[in-house]
């Protein structure tokens, strides 16, 4: 998927707050998206929920040079310093205190002093979190439970695999 930057998305007709069952909730959830789109810094979100509110979002390279990886957070927070825009970008909270970003199954940083908060009653959508609408390209978007620091390498280790094999990374 690539999206315009204006106004196109994909929706994944999955939103949190309605779903019987979730294994993604306010505090144990991930999120992730593949970009393939490099860059140097975009004030514009790849992925997060589909309405104005802010919490739920990824910016794969800011232009601070930060990725953004917020997931039911209560305030945006700070990033996480990464040098490329590319590859698996993955938020994930595992309390109500606890929020971990990787990129490409490692740890990119720890944050432990930002609550949670309920996700909006709306889907989730790659090309766009909250108010910015992203031109980037992506290749896959995932959305789950907490997932531990061997767990998200052992995704991404996965993930590549696939990606490799459709001809999508090399």
Known sequence: F???GIDSVVNTNFNPT???TPNFVQ???SMGVWVLTSRAGAG???MGNGSAASGCNIYPRFDDGNAYLRLNDNSEAEGFAVADST???VANRSSSTARQGYRNGVSVGVYASNTSAAHDNVSIVVGRGGNAFSDDQCALAL???SLS???QAALYSAALVYMQAVGAVP
């Open 149 to 151: 620091a061997p767990h």
């Open 87 to 89: 590859g698996l970008l």
């Open 44 to 46: 514009k979100s790849v």
């Open 143 to 145: 959305v789950g439970a």
């Open 18 to 20: 309605t779903a019987p």
């Open 2 to 4: 690539a999206g315009n």
């Open 27 to 29: 505090n144990s959830a």
